[in-house]
Structures are given as C-alpha cells and as structure tokens.
C-alpha cells in the first residue's frame, strides 16, 4: 500500500461512523437564514448536510500532522526489521557455509550456533510483533483523536445550523447528494482554525514526531 494511504484508510473508516443527531426537534424550523440548503428545507423535514471525508484527511491540519508522524514510524519500523532481517540472513549462511566446509570444530558447537539462529529468529519475530503492537496502538490514537475532535467541532458548528443529521461521504459511499448539502469547506476551516488555537495539541503533536 502506499506509504501516503496507509493510515488513510483507518482514519477514513472512523471519520465514517461519525453522524450528528441535532439537539434541537427535527420538526421546528430556525428562523435565520442558512448557507446550506435552508431554501429546500420544509417544516416537518430533515435538514441533511455532509462532509466529504477525503477532503478532511487531506486538508485538517491535525490529520495532515499525525500522518507525517505515523508513516515516519511505519519506515522506522520497516528499516529495524529489515536490519535484523538482514543480520540473522547473513548468520544464516555462514552457519551454512561452516556446516559445508567442515568448519565447526566440534557437533557441539554446531549444535549451538544453530540454537543461537532459532533464538534470534525468534527474537526477530518477537520485535515485529512488538513493533507492529506499538504502531497499531498509536493509530488507534489517532484515530480517537481525529473522531473526537471532529464530534466536539460539529456538537459547537450545529448549535447554529441545526441540520437533523450531519453525515459523512466517503467515495461512493452516497450514490448522489446535491452539493448544496455540502459543508466540508466551512467543516474544515473550522477544525484548523480550532487546532491552530490549541497550542497544547500542536505541540503533543511535534512531540511525537521527534520519537524514535
């Protein structure tokens, strides 16, 4: 998969839960005028908006910033398994070669080497586990984070706008949806102004980028 979509796809999938339910009855029409779809909308019907995920992922700040972080940890993991890899190939087949050329001086000693390639082997297969565990842990963060601070941003965006359901599009995943529906635009600029005014989150953020 490529490097740039592989935390896309996680992140897509939580974003798509997302659907806000308006706190206000469904049936009772706000007086001020609305930017989206306000002049469709009848009394008794459900006001409907949606965000296009794809432009979430690609313009939220917050999400631009933990990708960078999470595909430089997948590298790093990539780059210390391939070095382990490479060492317990090269051990390998000069416990090969030994074996071919009578090398060993004893069947002892044969014995234990090749004992010392199953632990590393197996020491190898432990820190991938281990690596993967780690990365798939801090995905799993980010994913929450993304997922919370999308919810709170459209909990404080629909207290003026009052649609009945904010939904997201994903793809294909809305056969068709008139673009007087869409929000995305206000949605995103939004959640960046909110990120750019929390300094706390900008600076957890370059924390994480900094390890390892």
Do not use: W
């Not at 009848?42 to 409907?48: E, K, N, V």
């Not at 972080?69 to 590298?75: A, C, G, H, N, V």
């Amino acid at each position: 998969m490529n490097k740039k979509n592989l935390f896309r796809t996680m992140a897509i999938a939580t974003v798509a839960t997302l659907a806000l339910s308006s706190c206000n009855d469904s049936n009772k029409m706000d007086d001020k005028p609305e930017k989206v779809a306000a002049q469709t909308a009848t009394p008794g019907s459900l006001r409907i908006a949606y965000v296009e995920v794809d432009s979430i992922m690609t313009q939220y700040e917050f999400c631009k910033e933990y990708t960078k972080i999470l595909e430089k940890r997948q590298t790093n993991v990539q780059n210390e398994l391939a070095g382990q890899e490479k060492n317990l190939n090269a051990a390998a087949q000069n416990f090969q070669n030994k074996l071919q050329n009578n090398g060993f001086t004893s069947e002892q000693e044969a014995k234990n080497q090749q004992a010392a390639l199953q632990r590393q082997q197996e020491n190898l297969l432990a820190t991938r586990d281990r690596l993967a565990g780690d990365l798939q842990v801090e995905t799993e963060k980010f994913n929450k984070a993304l997922h919370d601070s999308l919810q709170h941003y459209l909990d404080l965006y629909n207290k003026d706008k009052k649609f009945s359901m904010i939904i997201s599009k994903s793809g294909d995943n809305i056969l068709y949806a008139d673009k007087a529906l869409d929000i995305t635009a206000e949605v995103v600029a939004g959640l960046n102004k909110a990120y750019k005014s929390k300094p706390s989150e900008k600076t957890e953020a370059k924390t994480e980028e900094k390890k390892k």
